[in-house]
């Protein structure tokens, strides 16, 4: 089976950041099955009816790119986290928050059948 676009982005990563990003990968895919994978603006993106979740390899931190929203709603779960509007840093010196990311993203699709179904 060929190799998806971000599965190719993660392999051409520094082999010592690749295991963080196969696991936020497989995270994403698990909690939005129905996405479609892309590269947008250079970066892993699921795409269902918009851009859901983008996230980037960046040279301290992993960017994790949910909307405004979703990063608001992170803060809440993981208050110790730099963030911006529509960005959450994840930076390789701290463990990686996978639960609060799973409720997050869990919590975006939910927003969007919400949106999207009517």
Known sequence: MPKTEIETYIENAPNERQERLWNLYYLIKKI??????????????FYWHTNVVHF??????IGLYPSP???L?????????????GTIQLPFT???P?????KML?????????KYSQ
């Open 32 to 45: 939005m099955p129905e996405a479609e994978e892309r590269i947008r603006y250079g970066m892993p993106t």
């Open 56 to 61: 980037a390899l960046m040279k301290q931190h």
């Open 98 to 102: 996978y639960d609060s990311i799973e």
């Open 94 to 96: 701290k463990e990686m």
């Open 69 to 71: 929203s979703g990063v």
């Open 73 to 85: 709603y992170f803060q809440k779960l993981e208050p110790g986290f730099k963030t911006a509007k």
């Open 106 to 114: 869990e919590n975006r699709m939910d927003e969007l059948k919400r």
